[in-house]
């Protein structure tokens, strides 16, 4: 198995810009979650989803959006690129949601974004 | 919504000692207690994890224990080795989501 994986691995975009950054799993995990990574702040869930067709907003929404169509992936848009939205982007899985057995989640290896 | 507080936020230690990183969460429903190990320009990895009706889990040199009471939960390392150079993250799961500390830098000096 490849695992998690994310594409591009670096990324520099004008503010205003749009793009869309690439998470694809094949554990055939229901989870599938977005966060983002800043200095002295930890991992912040940005939207997450529990299964095909279903998402949500986690802690840091705005400016994002989500979508997932199939199991294997889910997708990141940045709708108009800020200097604010310059992070590492990680995108998770797992087993299951709440209620499963397993809630282990698996990290790909990251976006670096710079947004100037 | 869950609030997680992580300290220390670097720790440096003596290879062979023990090391020991502390997280407090406030929503007493949340029920998994995990803790990641993120290596330098990788994505984090998990290397242990609790479940809230477990007080303490243990494999090899790595423990956690859970007090559900105080709401606090702890990390600990022993014979500590240079490779355990890392940052860790403490998480609680609730609500379907997963909430993280702020991270701890450990550095283990030869």
């Known amino acids: 198995n490849a695992g998690v994986t994310q594409t591009p691995k670096f990324q520099v975009l004008k503010t205003g810009q749009s793009m869309t950054l690439q998470c694809a799993q094949d554990?055939?995990?229901?989870?599938m979650s977005w966060y983002r990574q800043d200095p002295g702040m930890g991992l912040r869930l940005i939207h997450y989803?529990?299964?095909?067709?279903?998402?949500d907003q986690g802690e840091v929404p705005n400016g994002y959006n989500v979508s997932r169509s199939t199991t294997e992936d889910f997708p990141l848009r940045l709708l108009s690129a800020a200097p604010s939205q310059t992070s590492v982007y990680f995108c998770?899985?797992?087993?299951?949601?709440?209620?499963?057995?397993?809630?282990?989640?698996?990290f790909g290896p990251g976006t670096r974004l710079t947004v100037t | 919504g869950e609030n997680v507080e992580q300290h220390p936020s670097t720790l440096s230690v003596q290879e062979g000692d023990s090391a020991v990183i502390k997280c407090t969460y406030s929503?007493?429903?949340?029920?998994?207690f995990p803790w990641y190990k993120q290596e330098l320009g990788k994505g984090p990895q998990l290397i242990i994890d609790?479940?809230?009706?477990?007080g303490e889990k243990k494999d090899q040199r790595i423990a956690v224990t859970l007090n559900k009471t105080a709401k606090h939960f702890s990390l600990h390392i022993t014979e500590t080795q240079p490779e355990d150079s890392a940052v860790y993250f403490c998480?609680?799961?609730?609500?379907?989501?997963?909430?993280f500390g702020t991270g701890t830098r450990l550095t283990i000096i030869p």
């Open positions: 998770a899985s797992s087993y299951s949601r709440a209620g499963g057995s397993s809630y282990e989640q698996y």
């Open positions: 554990m055939n995990h229901e989870y």
């Open positions: 989803s529990v299964g095909a067709g279903i998402t």
């Open positions: 929503d007493s429903a949340s029920n998994y």
């Open positions: 609790i479940r809230s009706n477990v």
């Open positions: 998480a609680v799961r609730g609500n379907e989501k997963l909430t």
